[in-house]
T-cell receptor, first 114, second 116 residues
């Protein structure tokens, strides 16, 4: 079964700093990849997703992610964060063409200080 | 708004009791997933239903059960509740048409369960 690793559990950074969150998965076949964001007290919202094609995916709120197949990675980036980006970020993987469940990472808590 | 609805928003009950959480998927979605989120365990997948049938099972306790009805709404039943069952319970839905090459989950607002 596939697994998902998010290496950073907590990240603290200042406004205007750049953000990069790592996500690695373990599965050799075709996967669907996702990043979700959960703002304090709210539900998970889809930030962006990758199915195929251009490995650089742009999502909402200025986020982007790059799929590197050789590294089994799908890292999330934002060039300049705002205080409102304080949230928990989850990476998720699903094996394509299968009934397999969506596998979520443990999440990364991001705190942006003014 | 994801289009997934969950009721109730909050639920407070006592140990030993039984509760039912309800979820309505987005229009057109056939699959429903249930998750439990707590501070110590993180986001845990419980169970998936597709068009009324159970499709995948995760870390779901025997005290918990779920079903999906013909109108595709789903209910999660939690019985003999313990203090440790206090958590946020999320429902998500997706199209999931028989091993679809691409599929996306959309989450509902959650039900916050407090067991006293």
């Amino acid at each position: 079964a596939q697994s998902v690793s998010q290496h950073n559990h907590h990240v603290i950074l200042s406004e205007a700093a750049s953000l990069e969150l790592g996500c690695n998965y373990s599965y050799g076949g075709t996967v669907n990849l996702f990043w979700y964001v959960q703002y304090p007290g709210q539900h998970l919202q889809l930030l962006l997703k990758y199915f195929s094609g251009d490995p650089l995916v742009k999502g909402i709120k200025g986020f982007e992610a790059e799929f590197i197949k050789s590294k089994f990675s799908f890292n999330l980036r934002k060039p300049s964060v705002q205080w409102s980006d304080t949230a928990e970020y989850f990476c998720a993987v699903k094996v394509a063409d299968s009934w397999g469940k969506f596998q979520f990472g443990a999440g990364t808590q991001v705190v942006v200080t003014p | 708004d994801s289009g997934v609805t969950q009721t109730p928003k909050h639920l407070i009950t006592a140990t030993g009791q039984r509760v039912t959480l309800r979820c309505s998927p987005r229009s057109g979605d056939l699959s429903v997933y249930w998750y439990q989120q707590s501070l110590d365990q993180g986001l845990q997948f419980l169970i998936q239903y597709y068009n009324g049938e159970e499709r995948a099972k995760g870390n779901i306790l025997e005290r918990f059960s779920a079903q999906q009805f013909p109108d595709l709404h789903s209910e999660l039943n939690l019985s003999s509740l313990e203090l440790g069952d206090s958590a946020l319970y999320f429902c998500a839905s997706s199209v999931a048409t028989g091993g679809a090459r691409t599929d996306t989950q959309y989450f509902g607002p959650g039900t916050r369960l407090t067991v006293l």
